[in-house]
């Protein structure tokens, strides 16, 4: 497997998006054919994807009855605890490296919680108007005050999971003030996702024949979802990853994908087109940041990465030059030394493995 290159630029360097979406036909055929399989082997051809089941389980219940499923890992009295938010269309599974991994590295001195956002996962689906990135937020401050009511915490959010990050920080200052440590926002952005690659797939006419779809008759338009996904699913998967990649890990990516409500993922686009939580940049502004990004990525291109870092004075930025959307996934070594870099910084562990990267100035 190719090893990937790896840039970080330390200290300073907001904006954009998130999100893999589903576009027309026409564009499917133009992406399609960049999906490429490994030359030989499956290096995840026996991997136990079901990991996280085997956690401790758990359900949160939000100010509006909505239930989150969520999963604990690590002694419940572990000094710190750390907070994975998911991205759009995934699930709590999509860290599934993370928590196989950074158990055996970080030990007792962590406890690790995942839970799966409203509408994604083995959460509830609720109505239309509670799917805003707001509210997201609110409910990542009610998973801390149910499954990590006291010390501090390191949040790590992916994709619209960071967007839920950035929302909490500019409602609930004082809290992060108080107790967030660390902070890691990966393949994510604070504001105008208007102006991202995925701007163009938001404003494609198959996804405002497919939103009308949802609302006159979502029962038909879910039953359809089989045959759709062979029209979907290469758009999803050039989203996801760049280059060579496990079969087993992209299947394992599209079964996440596929198995998200169709409501879900019609209700959160507009949330997604009109997000803007800039707000939440100078409430950072002390705070160890990781921001992480790929090259390759297009619902979250690499200069949007760059912007958000550069609003952010104590940050890390990660530049993966040959990771697209998903770079925990691909990428996971790459992406936990990174992460233990952050706990470094935010005074939870002494030392970190060193990874194999160049460090570049400015």
């Given amino acids: 497997m190719r090893r990937p290159r790896v840039t970080v630029v330390r200290g300073g360097l907001a904006t954009v998006g998130v999100v893999a979406a589903?576009?027309?036909?026409?564009?499917?055929?133009?992406?399609?054919?960049?999906?490429?399989?490994?030359?030989?082997?499956?290096?995840?051809?026996?991997?136990?994807?079901?990991?996280?089941?085997?956690?401790?389980?758990?359900?949160?219940?939000?100010?509006?009855?909505?239930?989150?499923?969520?999963?604990?890992?690590?002694?419940?009295?572990?000094?710190?605890?750390?907070?994975?938010?998911?991205?759009?269309?995934?699930?709590?599974?999509?860290?599934?490296?993370?928590?196989?991994?950074?158990?055996?590295?970080?030990?007792?001195?962590?406890?690790?919680?995942?839970?799966?956002?409203?509408?994604?996962?083995?959460?509830?689906?609720?109505?239309?108007?509670?799917?805003?990135?707001?509210?997201?937020?609110?409910?990542?401050?009610?998973?801390?005050?149910?499954?990590?009511?006291?010390?501090?915490?390191?949040?790590?959010?992916?994709?619209?999971?960071?967007?839920?990050?950035?929302?909490?920080?500019?409602?609930?200052?004082?809290?992060?003030?108080?107790?967030?440590?660390?902070?890691?926002?990966l393949s994510t952005a604070a504001a105008e996702v208007a102006t991202t690659g995925i701007a163009q797939l938001l404003r494609n006419p198959a996804i405002d024949g497919f939103r009308l779809a949802v609302r006159t008759a979502p029962a038909l338009v879910q039953a359809g979802r089989v045959t759709a996904r062979h029209v979907i699913a290469p758009f999803l998967h050039v989203s996801s990853f760049h280059g060579q990649v496990s079969p087993t890990l992209s299947r394992y990516t599209t079964m996440m994908i596929d198995r998200t409500p169709v409501e879900t993922v019609v209700k959160f686009l507009e949330a997604i087109e009109l997000h803007d939580e800039s707000a939440a940049l100078p409430t950072l502004a002390d705070t160890p940041v990781l921001v992480l990004g790929g090259v390759h990525d297009l619902v979250i291109p690499w200069r949007n990465s760059r912007a958000l870092a550069a609003a952010l004075p104590n940050s890390e930025l990660v530049r993966l030059a040959h990771a697209a959307h998903m770079p925990h996934l691909q990428f996971p070594d790459v992406v936990n030394a990174a992460l233990d870099r952050l706990l470094v910084r935010a005074g939870v562990i002494e030392s970190a493995p060193r990874g194999e990267s160049e460090v570049a100035d400015g």
């Avoid at 389980?57 to 938010?85: I, M, Q």
């Avoid at 269309?89 to 919680?113: I, P, T």
């Fill in 22 to 185: 589903m576009a027309g036909v026409h564009a499917l055929r133009h992406v399609g054919s960049r999906v490429l399989w490994p030359a030989r082997g499956d290096d995840y051809r026996d991997e136990n994807f079901a990991l996280i089941d085997q956690d401790r389980p758990g359900t949160v219940l939000t100010e509006d009855g909505v239930r989150l499923a969520t999963r604990e890992c690590g002694p419940a009295d572990a000094p710190v605890t750390v907070v994975f938010v998911h991205g759009f269309c995934n699930s709590m599974g999509s860290f599934h490296f993370q928590r196989r991994d950074l158990e055996k590295r970080w030990g007792a001195r962590v406890r690790m919680v995942l839970f799966d956002l409203r509408g994604h996962g083995r959460s509830d689906t609720p109505d239309s108007a509670s799917c805003t990135i707001a509210q997201l937020g609110r409910d990542l401050i009610t998973v801390l005050e149910s499954a990590a009511a006291t010390g501090p915490v390191v949040l790590v959010g992916h994709s619209l999971g960071g967007m839920a990050v950035l929302a909490a920080a500019a409602r609930f200052p004082e809290l992060f003030a108080a107790r967030v440590i660390g902070i890691a926002l």
